[in-house]
């Protein structure tokens, strides 16, 4: 994959700045470091191709004549985040007409979810890294039906070749929560993709959703991607959105009166009525099961039954804005699970204006309100000319003369009758 440099005016999420200096070209020979780099050697009267040490990034030096150059050092990072934001809103449209929300947000789940947090190396520890996309793993038996979800994202990727399938992926999965009305996922973005079906990871480190001891069987999978109890209720919140389909997964009815016709391909079972909207609806009800027509696995009964996963299944069933808080944290924490990012720090590709700063109060200088030289501050005038005008004056109707006096007699009235009262 070709290296997505920024241009010098670019700018990145804590990346580093552009700079250009001179100095003498270096030699062909010249060895480098293992920040991957490629050089292009360009002379007044020859250009040579690069030496590609690594897709990742790019170093650019241009030598015109003489003894001296000018080295341009560009920024490059594993994707383009123009690209990711045109992709973004071709994904926008895909899920508008295909309602397809659901498997995008388990294909990103999946690429994520073979993390494990004992192994250092990359990419033998698993995590958003792109391996999804290979065959082998694809066959997987937890991963049944996703290549559907990957022939929906390909002509994306084909379109936008300047983005790593780690980040399509990612970027699929948060784009569907928050087009189903769930919550602004705080995304980063720039994972490395791997190269080969050969550095997939083993079979096995997904959950089941059958285990003999479904509490256990989630703790053990979770913790080991370094994630807590409050991240696994969070996170099986999901379920609100899609169904199980017999055929695959081996669970749930062959069709329901909530399924049967579509949207989308009809058939399987869904754990809440309206399957394809993100909210705390599945807490509800999985909790009270008052519907045969709606799924309930093992590992979502669990939710309710131990002790430490129900403080919070309780608490998602009547507060959807605590779920949703601690939703958008544990996704954006799972998405980012054994990636190697390039730039190391990530970028963001959210384009909302930051939100105004608080007005801040004037601090009081007792010399503002002397008797000096030195006036009221326009504020301050026109706070006094506020409470002025609030008890009826105004610069062209001034106050009566007897105001004042009439709130000491009322005050004084008040004050003997409360008197009296006591006595």
Known sequence: ???????????????????????????????????????????????????????????????????????????????????????????????????????????GWHDAGTYNKNIEEWPQRGGANGSLRFDVEQKHAANAGLVNAMKLLQPIKDKYAGVTYADLFQLASATAIEEAGGPKIPMKYGRVDVTGPEQCPEEGRLPDAGPPSPADHLRDVFYRMGLTDKDIVALSGAHTLGRSRPERSGWGKPETKYTKDGPGAPGGQSWTVKWLRFDNSYFKDIKEKRDEDLLVLPTDAALFEDPSFKVYAEKYAVDEKAFFDDYAEAHAKLSNLGAKFDPPEGFTINDEPPPAAAATPEKFVAAKYSSGKSGLSDSMKQKIRAEYEGFGGSPDKPLQTNYFLNIMIVIAVLAIVTSLLGN
């Open 1 to 107: 994959m070709a290296a997505n440099c920024l241009p010098p005016t670019a700018t990145l999420s804590g990346a580093a700045t552009t700079t250009t200096h001179r100095r003498s070209p270096p030699s062909p020979a010249t060895t480098v470091s293992p920040s991957s780099v490629s050089f292009h050697f360009l002379s007044s009267s020859a250009s040579l191709k690069p030496l590609r040490l690594s897709h990742q990034r790019r170093l650019k030096v241009r030598v015109s004549g003489g003894d001296l150059g000018a080295v341009v050092v560009t920024k490059c990072v594993a994707s383009d985040p123009v690209q990711i934001k045109s992709a973004r809103e071709d994904i926008k449209e895909l899920l508008r007409t295909t309602f397809s929300h659901p498997i995008l947000v388990r294909l």
